[in-house]
């Protein structure tokens, strides 16, 4: 017989969403809640290091999933990084802290998740954040209290400076609050950086309250399959190592393991396409068709320059300004995102300078109309996914990102880079017609590993969850991260998380 104990919660993932319920749910001390991370307790030193965050791809902490090879990229596999840590991976995120356009959440509505509007869900991003202090941010949207601090960058790299510069004489607005979701413009991005130090999730809500007597939390901990009683979810079996163990909720189970994990716990406990699950060996306990399925993402490309002096070293995130534009007049919102990237980002076997002798000046897709899906490879706990999102199938995603492409060329020719530029290195001066410009983008493609969607809140039948983010036909069983999101936002994605968690918290205690 396994162990098992007891709690009134279970929170299954210990990223962004698992480290603020954790911490929100056991602030009532008769409550008692367990959260398990498949992750270490410790953190890398590196996390630690805002500029050092390309150097966590592929280390211990990151779940190093890759693509299937992608129809719409040339049959490239693409990597495609994912936090296995406290913190999950606003432990080896760039830290950028963006709500993107007010658009992107008004269109959840659309789709069926009533009550997550952008003025809806307002309370809850003012609840995680802090910015006390920092000019220009509005208290009417921004919140002054919350365990996260955030700001600009308190030492500017040089070449954000000029990039802003550039922007505005490009004619391209400006804005004082780029984080807000009020404005198509470019300003400062806020950033989770504090002292010069990272601040994820788990620093900023889960350390602090970790030795609470009603809170435990158990990491190394690899989750395997929830447990049913009929109709009603009452827990969770998971392993340390090779020793097996099973916890009971006598209220609910959350799953906040992301957009990839929380669909393959789902699909390993029977929730999901059934047909898939008899494939894969999994017996069927609920066919839920949406599991796994609309996954969504922010690709990006970019124009690289070859500096004509070196860069100097970045002393935070390495890009600092950004902005959203609307490619098509006929859209309700911005669908890319640009950006001054200080280091020559690219796609890994691509040609170009040494990391101190060049920059890009990123396109990033926002609203991509292609879906993808996530599956499992088998019914093994802990076995790779097989995940394909399916990027640039709809061939308006490409044309957006030229168009983007077109824009960032404007914007780089402008005299306040000039001291800056050197030769085109990517996609490069010859390159200049929509069909050459399609095959670089299919061609120079890295991902934001912003994954959404797979859970899809809504009231359809297609929908994995309702917009109190319980899973449909069962009790006792919600989930809570980036996988409810119906269409990803116009941003990265990790600051609209924090709000998920946070109104998750009081659609929880509201039971």
Wanted: glycine share 10%; aromatic share 6%.
């Amino acid at each position: 017989m396994m162990p098992t104990e007891t709690y009134d919660y279970i929170v299954v993932g210990a990223g962004t969403a698992g480290c603020v319920l954790a911490a929100r749910l056991s602030e009532t001390p008769e409550v008692r809640v367990l959260l398990i991370e498949a992750g270490s307790a410790e953190p890398l030193d590196l996390m630690a290091v805002p500029a050092a965050w390309p150097a966590l791809m592929g280390s211990n902490a990151d779940w190093a999933d890759r693509s299937v090879p992608q129809e719409g990229a040339g049959g490239m596999v693409i990597p495609l990084p994912r936090g296995r840590a406290l913190g999950g991976s606003s432990s080896i995120n760039a830290m950028t802290f963006l709500r993107g356009h007010r658009s992107s959440y008004d269109a959840w509505e659309k789709a069926g998740a009533t009550g997550w509007t952008y003025d809806e869900l307002l309370p809850y991003f003012k609840r995680s954040e802090n910015l006390t202090g920092v000019p220009g941010r509005d208290p009417r949207y921004r919140g002054m209290e919350g365990p996260l601090r955030v700001a600009p960058a308190a030492r500017p790299h040089p070449l954000s400076e000029a990039f802003l510069k550039a922007v505005r004489q490009a004619d391209h607005p400006i804005t004082e609050d780029f984080t807000s979701g009020l404005e198509e413009a470019f300003g400062w991005e806020d950033l989770t950086i504090v002292d010069g130090l990272r601040l994820d999730a788990a620093t900023a809500y889960l350390r602090p309250v970790v030795d609470r007597p009603n809170l435990t939390l158990v990491t190394d901990a690899l989750a395997h399959r929830l447990t049913f009683d009929g109709e009603r979810c009452t827990g969770v079996e998971y392993g340390i190592g090779e020793r097996r163990h099973s916890a009971r909720a006598t209220r609910e189970t959350v799953l906040t393991a992301g957009a990839l994990g929380s669909a393959q716990l789902l699909m390993l406990s029977g929730i999901g396409p059934e047909e898939h699950l008899r494939e894969v060996g999994v017996e069927p306990r609920l066919n839920l068709a949406g599991v796994g399925s609309n996954l969504q993402d922010h690709p990006f490309t970019g124009v690289v320059y070859q500096s004509s002096r070196p860069v100097p070293p970045s002393m935070g995130n390495h890009g600092e300004v950004a902005g959203l534009i609307r490619t098509d007049p006929a859209l309700d919102g911005p669908d890319v995102q640009l950006q001054m990237v200080d280091v020559p980002l690219r796609e890994d076997t691509l040609p170009g300078p040494a990391m101190d002798q060049g920059y890009m000046l990123m396109v990033a897709l926002m609203r991509p109309f292609s879906r993808g899906t996530v599956r499992l490879t088998d019914a093994t706990p802990g076995n790779a996914l097989v995940v394909d999102p399916r990027y640039y199938t709809d061939p308006r995603d490409v044309d957006a990102l030229v168009h983007g492409l077109r824009t960032v060329r404007e914007i780089g020719r402008t005299e306040a880079l000039a001291e800056w530029r050197g030769e085109e290195a990517l996609p490069g001066a010859d390159v200049q017609d929509d069909e050459a410009l399609r095959a670089y983008v299919r061609r120079n493609i890295r991902t934001y590993a912003h994954y959404s969607g797979t859970c899809r809140m809504g009231t359809d039948d297609g929908a994995v969850v309702d917009p109190q983010l319980r899973v449909r036909g069962v009790e006792g069983l919600r989930v809570a991260d980036a996988s409810v999101m119906p269409t990803i936002v116009s941003a990265n994605t990790n600051a609209t998380v924090f709000a998920i968690a946070e109104r998750a918290a009081d659609l929880l205690r509201a039971r």
